[in-house]
């Protein structure tokens, strides 16, 4: 029998974890504190034998022989034909006797490296996020990071340049690529910094990208052939804004999308640059989505280059869902009357319409509107809707509150914003001050907004106050509001 079978037959007493842990104080930190302290788990004939689970007690190592937690003499001896230095170096992930052996056993390289070599290897882990239990388990399913040589250098450079990598991302990349495929990541990520992406947005990006496909298993002509491609379309704000582009494939995926919307705008690749600068997550969806969302709104009657107009507006108009916000909401505006000009119209003024919920939103304002006096399936209840797409509900009350307290009917306020529908949206606040500056320094009637109502539509300080001031000693108070804010700079001037 060998020495820790006797071990294990012996009367000792059994230690368990959880009776010193309630002892001690944790504190988070990166030096080691009592609460790190654990002990082997031995058994006896008297209670059944305890593992320390593979995923179970937090790793620390020991910053001193000092702190090093004594641990019984059974614990610490070796299977036969295993080294003990190896065995102790293992025992250092607290790993109890039986997992440290069967490590060594299915990796008998782990014993030819030499125990400082795997404690630095250790901390060279550990410096780069990894904490106890992820290095448990990174530990369990790929036991060569411990002693590959071509994983010093990655850790390395990623301590050093990867800021921001998160400890996550690294864990399953190190778990699903072997360590020789992780030697080129640095001269690809390199690659990307010499080519204009900043060093501090490199963990960001590498985040949100497939490590392994991007940086491990594509050639590196591959990925230079990509960013030379995406510098066309602003490079690099647009990968830091949307790293996962650099998932795609460049022929089959990247490509064929930046020429659909090309085409669609008529051929001009500026124009579709301009697009995808406004939203970089276009280049995420297939051709085939784009097509589908083209078939219908040319069933709706609008040409290429006008959905084309409206993408360029609000280009998130290809990811509204067709069947539950598109149709009813197109369908909404048919019943009021419009026709495709006018859908176009309304579209490009209110793109965020399509986008709204109808429950929490839409429907809410239109049962608002209805009540101040707009007629159902009118077209100016349609561009009152439009016009309040980009303000709450709530801030409408408050805006025709506001109106009713000085003095104003609701036949005044229905008849105003159907002249002038952007008055409903105006922030109710920015609105007081205003008829507060009309009615008691200019010493108007608060009427005059019912004729022109876009006055409450200029900014106070810099076109109302600054205009009426230069013109009031020459033409007095009583000057046009319509020629005194309406005209160009240059006119009046």
């Known amino acids: 029998m060998s020495f820790m079978g006797l071990c294990r037959r012996s009367v000792l007493p059994d230690i368990s974890t959880s009776d010193f ?3 001690f104080e944790h504190r988070r930190g990166g030096e080691m504190t009592l609460s790190a302290l654990r002990f082997a788990p031995t058994t ?5 034998r305890r593992s320390s689970s593979l995923y179970g007690a937090p790793l620390r190592l020991p910053t001193s022989h000092a702190t090093r937690p004594r641990r019984h003499l059974c614990a610490t001896r070796t299977a036969p034909n295993v080294s003990p230095s190896a065995f102790w170096s293992l025992q250092e992930l607290h790993l109890d006797e039986k997992e440290t052996e069967a490590l060594l056993l299915q990796h008998p390289e782990l014993e030819l490296a030499p125990p400082e070599s795997l404690r630095s290897r250790v901390l060279a882990l550990q410096s780069v996020g990894i904490d106890d239990l992820s290095l448990r388990r990174t530990v369990a399913r790929r036991p060569e990071i411990l002693s590959a040589p071509e994983l010093g250098p990655f850790l390395e450079f990623a301590r050093d340049e990867l800021k921001g990598l998160k400890p996550a991302k690294l864990e399953r990349l190190l778990t699903t690529a072997h360590p020789m495929f992780l030697t080129g990541i640095a001269a690809r990520v390199t690659r990307l910094m010499e080519h204009g992406v900043p060093g501090q947005k490199l963990g960001h990006l590498l985040n949100h990208v497939d490590i392994r496909k991007v940086f491990c298993e594509r050639p590196l002509k591959d990925l ?3 960013i030379l491609f995406l510098k066309r379309f602003s490079w690099p704000d647009l990968v830091i804004r949307r790293p996962m582009i650099l998932n795609l494939d460049l022929h089959d995926q990247l490509i064929p999308r930046v020429e659909f919307l090309a ?3 008529g051929g001009d690749e500026a124009a579709a640059a301009a697009l995808i600068a406004k939203l ?3 280049l995420s969806y297939t051709v085939e989505h784009f097509e589908s969302h083209l078939e219908f709104w040319r069933s709706v009657g609008l040409s290429d ?8 507006v609000y280009p998130n108009i290809f990811s509204v869902s067709k069947e539950r916000k598109l149709r009813p909401r197109v369908e909404f505006l048919r019943q009021c009357g419009m026709d495709a ?6 579209l490009v003024k209110a793109p965020l319409y399509v986008s709204l919920s109808l429950k929490d939103n839409l429907s809410k304002k239109l049962t608002f509107l209805v009540k101040i006096g707009y007629k159902h399936r009118t077209r100016e209840l349609a561009l009152a809707v439009g016009a309040t797409t980009r303000t709450s509900c709530e801030n409408m009350q408050r805006v025709v509150a506001l109106f009713f307290s000085y003095g104003l009917s609701c036949d005044d306020v229905l008849a105003m914003s159907k002249k002038h529908p952007q008055v409903l949206q105006y922030n109710h ?7 507060e500056f009309l009615i008691g320094y200019m010493e108007r009637d608060v009427g005059e907004i019912l004729v022109f109502p876009a006055f409450l539509g200029y900014k106070l300080d810099d076109r109302i106050k600054k205009r009426y001031e230069i013109k009031r000693e020459v033409r007095g108070k009583g000057m046009s509001l319509n020629k005194l804010l309406s005209v160009s700079t240059d006119r009046f001037y």
């Open 429 to 435: 606040e920015s609105l007081e001050k205003k008829l």
């Open 44 to 48: 006896s004939p008297l209670s059944p």
């Open 224 to 226: 230079e052939e990509m």
């Open 21 to 23: 842990e309630p002892l």
């Open 305 to 312: 280059e006008e959905l084309f107009k409206i993408a360029l």
């Open 280 to 282: 970089p997550a276009l």
């Open 263 to 265: 085409e669609l705008g």
């Open 341 to 346: 000009e006018d859908i176009f119209k309304f």
